[in-house]
């Protein structure tokens, strides 16, 4: 992918956030549905590292980023999930059936202007992170998967680990080109997630799905309501 289609998918992911405060969701809430999807085939992940004390000036920076999306709309779902253990990190998350569908999203972000419109946002937020954001794409290995399939929009909460080594319990695993692996388990509740973190191996964290740093498909918001309900109230 060219560096200024890239960088133009990049900032279109990362400002559709906080369009309230940040607080933590909810999780004492009926069980959603089961999300019945195959993991992607393709995992586009971004990754930014926030300083300390940056959440107000980033805030207004994705809310005003996140109602210029709106009125853009965003052609494809995404994921923004952020850390709750270790440093603070906030990764967005890009799910592609094929190298095709990819193709076409990236076609009709140029056709709608977005990447030109969403750079600014990339400009603004660079002084808040405490190192430059790291981006690539992954690709699904079933067989070094093990447990129940991830797919996306599946958990409230995501334990996640990065390593080049295998899997040490129940993940489903994307590799990148360099032999990066990053092992996803899905938890429902805080309390899952813990539990699931304490066998997932050195480096694990914790991640929580923030509706408000994500544009989710309708399967999704359909599976569970109440948790992506106050996100797609704002569209």
Known sequence: MPPEIRD???????????????SPQQTLQPQPKTV????????????????????????????????MCIDLKCPHPYLGIESLTGSKEVWYLNGFTSTE????????YNKK???????QF????????????????????????H?????????????????????QSDGTVFETEEGVRFIVT???????????LSSAG????????????SMPAPEWVAADPLFWGSSTSNR
């Open 122 to 145: 990339t400009q603004q937020r660079a002084p808040f992170q405490s190192e430059p954001g790291k981006d690539g794409f992954s690709n699904y290995h079933p067989e070094l998967s």
């Open 101 to 108: 569908e990819q193709k076409r999203v990236t076609e009709e």
């Open 202 to 213: 050195r480096g694990a964290k914790i991640f929580a799905v923030r509706p408000h740093f």
């Open 36 to 67: 019945q999807a195959e993991p992607p085939r393709i995992l586009y992940i971004y990754r930014e590292f926030w300083k300390p004390g940056t959440q107000a000036p980033l805030s207004r920076i994705e809310t005003k980023g996140a109602r």
């Open 113 to 119: 202007g977005l990447f030109a419109a969403m750079n």
């Open 147 to 167: 447990g129940v399939p991830w797919s996306m929009g599946q958990g409230r909460f995501l334990v996640i680990v990065v390593t080049k080594g295998n899997p």
């Open 186 to 196: 899905p938890a429902q509740t805080r309390a899952e997630a813990n539990a699931k």
């Open 8 to 22: 133009g998918v990049l900032a279109l992911l990362m400002v559709w956030v906080l369009v309230l405060d940040g």
